[in-house]
């Protein structure tokens, strides 16, 4: 039946009357019944009736009506409900033949409550025993078919609000499974398991691949010895571009298509073998609704649900229902596809990251070797071994050595750029004093500040603070921050460095006055190659791995390398690592 929208008062009001005729009801001498499907089950009994038939009052909720009757009652009053349910017609006061036990005759009336698809959805019965004409019993009888009447309305109104109820939490589920998956091939698990609880048992999943080829999912059957039979049917089931329903069908037209008529011309037009056919017909196939499958105005597939019974009309209701299903199928069918392409793209991107460092590596490696043999040689020519040298062949194996020993330093960064990202760099983790390796770091680097004309602040902050970290790694990071410090900071400027601590952090910064970092290049100047100066005529001498590389090594001591700046204003860099578990006690 249609839902009826109506205000909450007017719903409570109804609600209201509703209890009231139960109340009346139950309490009319008339015995009444109402019954549900083909089978005649007892949904509601008054007290009369309960009576009539031998049963406590609400004993008979949920079986046939006619169980309780003896066998020749029970043959007539089956007889007399299986017509009004087929036909759906009002019997009124039919003459029923009772047990030679009973005093008087019985007589029968029976009112099927329609539903919108012309199906009858329940009967109400009532029984009265034959006697004279009684005008105050005849008025009495039509109040209570009218009342009857009234309240097989009210439960119409109460079965729209449970319809809406179950096809609310139908969609929260449907949507709950195809919120769990991200994959394509989970998601597409969750589609074969949608099938509209107005309908019937199961649905028909279609999904289109490379070159708009069609995939006809595995089918999913609620009963367990019909899925049997589905997964017989999906070895061989394949779907072709003349179906009349499902995705070829949606190929045609992608407007939602009703197949309700000629179900066997339609199972024969798409079955493709008489194993098949005979298969479709097993599982049970009466009526055929197919909704496209679409995600950014693009054809994915088509959803078929199927009805086991036959002849069944689409009401509006299933057919908005049916339409919302697919399309959260296609929203979550469209996202898991970018997903698995994003993973694909990532594999990709990692497999030539893999080759890219494997190739430094190698590289690296040969190129130290002869450039170590070049300073060799370098070095017995300017001793003399091999002849006289004079003062400008001392100058110039000066410049040769210079330049020599600056490769072989950027080609050693690289060796160690690719050792750090393939995990190959061993750690010597332990407790260390914060302020010992700073010490110990500014001294490898401190003839380089009166060079620069740079004046060194000194180091500040609590001298017994501990972290835990490998010395050797620390101080390879702190000499990459100051060696950067000097580098971009201009003659006159300052650089200091402080050690801190929090609960379960330590903290060495190294600051100077320099030219600053400009915000957009925060994260990008600890990403590999990449330098402050883009022209190859302002590069600074390196490759621009060291931060990089400062990064990874404090990362793997589960600690990390930050930096504040501001564009002409200098910069903080500041490394973190865990504080040692004796500091806390102290």
Not at 146 to 166: I, K, P, V
Not at 186 to 204: H, Q, R, Y
Not at 348 to 376: Q, V, Y
Request: aromatic residues 4%; hydrophobic residues 45%; proline residues 4%.
């Amino acid at each position: 039946m249609k839902s009826r929208k109506r205000p909450a008062g007017a719903l409570a009001t109804e609600l209201s009357i509703q209890e009231a005729l139960r109340h009346c009801m139950q309490q009319a001498p008339l015995p009444f019944a109402i019954t549900r499907g083909a089978k005649h089950t007892v949904v509601y009994a008054n007290s009369a009736f309960c009576l009539l038939a031998g049963v406590a009052n609400g004993g008979g909720i949920g079986a046939p009506i006619a169980n309780p009757f003896l066998a020749t009652e029970r043959r007539a009053l089956t007889a007399i409900l299986d017509r009004a349910f087929r036909q759906g017609v009002e019997i009124l006061d039919e003459r029923m033949e009772t047990s030679s036990e009973r005093a008087s005759a019985w007589q029968c009336s029976v009112w099927p409550v329609i539903a919108d698809d012309r199906r009858v959805e329940a009967l109400g019965i009532q029984i009265r025993e034959s006697s004279p004409r009684d005008t105050a019993r005849e008025l009495q009888r039509q109040v209570a078919e009218q009342m009857l009447l009234g309240a097989l309305r009210e439960r119409g109104f109460a079965d729209d609000a449970e319809a809406a109820r179950r096809r609310a939490a139908f969609l929260a589920e449907a949507g709950r499974l195809l919120a769990e998956s991200v994959d394509q091939s989970t998601t597409l698990v969750a589609l074969t398991k949608l099938a509209l609880p107005t309908l019937g048992a199961w649905c028909i999943v279609d999904i289109l691949e490379d070159g708009d080829a069609i995939h006809r999912l595995a089918i999913y059957h609620p009963d367990p010895e019909k899925q049997k039979l589905a997964q017989e049917l999906e070895a061989s089931w394949a779907a072709e571009p003349d179906d009349p329903f499902g995705a070829p069908a949606m190929f045609r037209d992608t407007r939602t298509l009703a197949i309700t008529d000629d179900i066997e011309a339609t199972l024969a037009a798409s079955a493709h073998t008489p194993h098949n056919l005979h298969i479709l017909r097993q599982l049970g196939i009466g009526s055929l609704l197919t909704v496209p499958l679409v995600a950014r105005k693009r054809l994915l597939g088509a959803i078929t649900f199927v009805s086991a019974q036959r002849g069944l009309s689409h009401s509006a209701e299933d057919v908005r229902l049916a339409e919302d299903i697919a399309a959260r199928g296609a929203l979550a069918l469209d996202n898991a596809q970018v997903y698995d392409l994003a993973l694909v793209l990532q594999r990709s991107a990692e497999t030539a990251n893999r080759a890219k460092t494997a190739f430094l590596g190698a590289m690296s490696h040969e190129l130290r070797t002869p450039l170590n043999a070049i300073g060799g040689y370098i070095d017995l020519l300017d001793m003399g071994l091999r002849g006289p040298v004079t003062e400008k062949q001392h100058a110039d194996f000066a410049r040769v050595r210079t330049n020599q020993q600056h490769l072989t330093l950027l080609i050693t960064e690289i060796l160690t750029f690719v050792r750090v990202g393939s995990g190959s760099v061993a750690y010597a983790v332990g407790d260390i004093n914060a302020s010992d390796v700073m010490k110990h770091a500014i001294e490898l680097i401190e003839p380089l500040f009166g060079q620069k004309g740079l004046v060194f602040k000194g180091i500040s902050g609590d001298p017994s603070i501990v972290a835990r970290a490998d010395p050797e790694r620390v101080t390879q990071i702190l000499v990459n921050l100051l060696s950067n410090a000097i580098k971009f900071t201009p003659a006159g400027g300052e650089i200091s460095a402080d050690c801190a601590f929090t609960t379960d952090t330590v903290t060495l910064r190294i600051s100077d006055t320099g030219i600053g970092i400009g915000a957009n290049k925060h994260e990008a100047i600890f990403e590999p190659f990449i330098q402050l100066k883009e022209g190859l005529s302002d590069r600074e001498s390196g490759v621009g791995l060291g931060l990089a590389i400062s990064r990874d090594l404090a990362r793997a001591m589960d600690g990390d390398l930050t930096v504040e700046s501001v564009e002409g204003k200098g910069a903080h860099f500041t490394l973190s690592l865990p504080r040692a578990s004796e500091a806390y006690e102290a």
